[in-house]
């Protein structure tokens, strides 16, 4: 089991960028694949992106290609989510996950273990 923290949400305004950050701790974490997901109000939960174990593989839902990048830092347990040129509809609770495996790594339901979530919110 993978313990996870979120940080770096915030409200900010259209264009703007942030990082969000998920430390991750417990049992060979550095083995894990890493995911972002985010939930708008009264919307379902939705995979924004994912990493493999060594950083190596990266996929990203198309309504955030081009502007968001992830990466982690194995040496610091840390996944992080660069988010450029940000719009509105990308308000949201933004949740890391982690799971083991490299196969599917889009599907909510392969992922075990969730942080809190951070709030981030565009204004336009």
């Known amino acids: 089991q993978v313990q996870l923290v979120e940080s770096g949400g915030g409200l900010v305004q259209a264009g703007d960028s942030l990082k969000l950050s998920c430390v991750a701790s417990?049992?060979?974490?550095?083995?894990?694949?890493m995911g972002w997901f985010r939930q708008a109000a009264g919307k379902e939960r939705e995979f924004v992106a994912a990493?493999?174990?060594?950083?190596?593989?990266?996929y990203y839902a198309d309504s955030v290609k081009g502007r968001f990048t992830i990466s982690r830092d194995n040496g610091k347990n840390t996944a992080y989510l660069q988010m450029n040129e940000l719009k509105p509809e990308d308000t949201a609770v933004y949740y890391c996950?982690?799971?083991?495996?490299?196969?599917?790594?889009?599907?909510?339901?392969?992922?075990?273990?969730w942080g809190q979530g951070t709030q981030v919110t565009v204004s336009s």
């Open positions: 996950a982690a799971r083991l495996g490299n196969v599917r790594l889009d599907l909510e339901s392969q992922y075990p273990d």
């Open positions: 417990g049992s060979a974490q550095r083995l894990y694949a």
């Open positions: 990493i493999n174990w060594s950083g190596s593989d990266r």
